[in-house]
């Protein structure tokens, strides 16, 4: 299995709050990659990074802001969470673009 | 607009069964195709992937799958399942580059 870790993997917090997502890498991918996942959606984009302080949107974004300061460290962060960010977060890592993505274990989270 | 599609939300089939999973896919060139696994609770595994060459692509726990360039469609197959298929199974394809695209899945019951 790819070195691949989410935290935390299970979060619940309230309307309006702050979140941030940690998925950290040891296989030393050039790219990283944050979906949620959602019943009837199948998995969705919503940032990712081609290497240090490199990133770009994703389909899904609005509501979202990322950050890698290291490559092997990719955050992701709800700057005031919202009740339809409830969801489960991916982290996926892959050497090149159109290449395979491999998939952390995913953080679930609740916003009350 | 460029797209994946998987007709079937969840397929229900006796152990020992043949299985087939649909994919079809809307974009101008050939694309890379994905075919990745999801246990509850878990991130996803990649089953197969076609890049070029043979249409007909093997992959892991006896899964393979054809790509039909006529039909735009990367159908999943196994002759003979096993309890532990059930799961749900996304299609994907990097579209732009960087941005992977997945069906919104298939949910797979296996009936002892």
């Known amino acids: 299995d790819a070195g691949i870790t989410q935290s935390p993997r299970h979060k619940v917090t309230e309307t309006g709050t702050p979140v941030t997502l940690r998925c950290h890498q040891t296989?030393?991918?050039?790219?990283m990659y944050w979906y949620r996942q959602d019943p009837g959606h199948g998995l969705r984009l919503i940032h990712y990074?081609?290497?240090?302080?490199?990133?770009d949107k994703g389909e899904v974004s609005d509501g979202y802001s990322v950050s890698r300061s290291k490559t092997e460290d990719f955050l992701l962060t709800l700057e005031s969470a919202t009740s339809s960010q409830t969801s489960v977060y991916f982290c996926?890592?892959?050497?090149?673009?159109?290449?395979?993505?491999?998939f952390g274990p995913g953080t679930r989270l609740l916003v009350l | 607009a460029q797209s994946v599609t998987q007709p079937d939300i969840h397929i229900t089939v006796s152990e020992g069964a043949s299985l087939e999973l649909r994919c079809n896919y809307s974009?101008?060139?050939?694309?890379?195709l994905f075919w990745y696994v999801q246990s509850p609770g878990q991130g996803l595994q990649l089953l197969l992937k076609?890049?070029?060459?043979?249409?007909l692509v093997q992959g892991i726990k006896g899964f393979e799958a054809e790509f039909k360039r006529s039909q735009s469609s990367f159908n999943l197959r196994k002759p003979s399942v096993h309890w532990s298929d059930a799961a749900e199974y996304f299609c994907?394809?990097?579209?732009?580059?960087?941005?992977?695209?997945f069906g919104t899945g298939t949910s797979l019951t296996v009936i002892p």
């Open positions: 974009y101008g060139a050939t694309p890379y």
């Open positions: 994907a394809v990097p579209l732009y580059g960087n941005q992977f695209y």
């Open positions: 996926a890592i892959g050497r090149d673009t159109e290449e395979t993505q491999y």
């Open positions: 990074s081609y290497g240090v302080k490199d990133t």
């Open positions: 076609y890049f070029s060459g043979d249409t």
């Open positions: 296989e030393n991918h050039r790219y």
